[in-house]
């Protein structure tokens, strides 16, 4: 079991999430945790009346098991955040061989394939869209933190969303 270390920020007070955000460290993003000090990709902002935060996934999760000072909604949300993760990196793993093979992409936008719960995603070239072929599994994926992911991770692409 994970062990609570009381760090910078007190684990007596009331804390909401308001936002979620992966910056990869490889590129010189991410931050430092405002609770822990650590280098952080995975980045909870935190609010409470004391402040805004930026905390690490690890310290939001050490503020959960200490005793759920959370809403339940943001326990939730952090749960299929954290689940969400490895599916962006695998859909831009693929962006990233896509761009490699067509370095003149300005431009990625997604299509929602409706009913399936997959995407498709399309890039521009001087004004002209090529479909990938492949499908992504969307379900239950945080639209905006995936894209605030992926702007982090391709910041010169502009990203739109087709519904």
């Not at 994970?2 to 010189?28: C, F, M, T, W």
């Not at 399309?122 to 072929?133: D, F, K, P, V, Y």
Request: charged fraction near 25%; proline fraction near 3%.
């Amino acid at each position: 079991m994970k062990q609570v270390i009381q760090r910078h920020l007190p684990l007596d007070v009331n804390y909401s999430i308001i936002d979620k955000a992966y910056v990869p460290l490889l590129e010189g993003g991410g931050g430092c945790c405002d609770n822990c000090g650590r280098l952080i990709a995975n980045i909870a902002t935190v609010k409470s009346d004391n402040g805004k935060y930026s905390i690490g996934f690890d310290c939001l999760e050490t503020i959960l098991i200490n005793n759920n000072l959370l809403s339940s909604g943001d326990i939730e949300a952090y749960e299929a955040t954290k689940k969400s993760i490895p599916k962006i990196l695998r859909i831009s793993k693929q962006i990233k061989e896509v761009v490699a093979n067509n370095p003149s992409i300005t431009g990625i936008h997604f299509e929602d394939e409706g009913q399936w719960g997959v995407i498709s995603f399309h890039w521009e070239i001087l004004g002209s869209w090529s479909r990938a072929n492949d499908y992504f599994k969307f379900k239950d994926i945080d639209y905006k933190f995936f894209i605030t992911t992926l702007k982090a991770i391709f910041p010169k692409l502009n990203f739109q969303r087709k519904v």
